[in-house]
């Protein structure tokens, strides 16, 4: 007897009789999962390939990304541009504080020659001297461009995008602040500019920024990409 039972194999408890089922059950399970989720990524890449074919876009990786790493890129991207803004307006305040100081009424300093110099002026128009009779409306379009600035910061996931941006949003800072609390009055002020070079308009940090900017959205715009990220062929 003991013999045959030794041959049929029959199980010491019955738990190790049910052990089995329950494994082969798990592993159903886990593998019903798995098939579900790559549907999804099927259905996910399919309509990126269709999106790109129907519009001539070439999607970015960010956009290629679960929903979940989008998000923390996004903030990523806003937090470069904040960065860089800050470390434009903090360059621009401090030499301008300089200059009221130590170089205002004061001869010019030669850096190069006559080539370069730092000549302490006051400014009510735009960058570089244009403008001198409408300062108000300058000083409009300054805080506009920073709405404008902070509102596309939402939508922003391109880190090429969010540094340009974080020069133009310094930038108009620094010259926006001159316009608020210089004389003669609010929104009336005139801002310090100090780089002369030779045979140009005197300007500042602050427009230097804005330039830098402006020309980075210039260069992305003609190779096509857009600030979230999306690149165009065409």
């Known amino acids: 007897m003991a013999e045959a039972e030794r041959i049929i194999g029959t199980p010491d408890t019955p738990e190790a009789a049910g052990a089995e089922p329950e494994q ?3 592993g159903s399970g ?3 999962g798995q098939d579900e989720q790559g549907e999804r990524a099927s259905k996910d890449e399919q309509a990126l390939s269709e999106r790109t074919a129907s519009s001539g876009e070439t999607v970015s990786p960010d956009e290629q990304a679960s929903p979940d790493e989008q998000p923390s890129k996004g903030k990523r991207k806003i937090l470069v541009l904040f960065v860089v803004a800050v470390l434009a307006y903090a360059l621009d305040l ?3 504080m300089i200059v009221v100081a130590k170089l205002e009424h004061h001869e010019p300093i030669e850096i ?3 080539w370069l110099q730092f000549n302490a002026i006051r400014n009510a128009g735009a960058a570089f001297g244009i403008g001198e009779a409408f300062t108000v409306i300058f000083t409009c379009i300054a805080a506009a461009v920073i709405v404008v600035i902070a509102r596309l910061a939402r939508k922003l996931y391109s880190m090429p995008w969010a540094i340009a941006l974080g020069m133009l949003l310094g930038g108009a800072l620094g010259n ?3 316009r608020i609390f210089r004389a003669p009055g609010v929104f009336e002020g005139a801002v310090v500019d100090f780089i002369a070079p030779k045979g140009f308009a005197v300007f500042n940090l ?5 330039v830098c900017g402006g020309f980075l959205i210039v260069i992305l715009s003609f190779r096509g990409l857009d600030p ?3 690149v165009h062929k065409d």
């Open 228 to 230: 979230d990220g999306t």
């Open 112 to 114: 190069i020659g006559d």
């Open 94 to 96: 401090v030499s301008k």
């Open 206 to 210: 602050a427009d230097s920024a804005i």
């Open 176 to 178: 926006l602040t001159d």
């Open 30 to 32: 886990a593998a019903a």
């Open 24 to 26: 082969s059950a798990s």
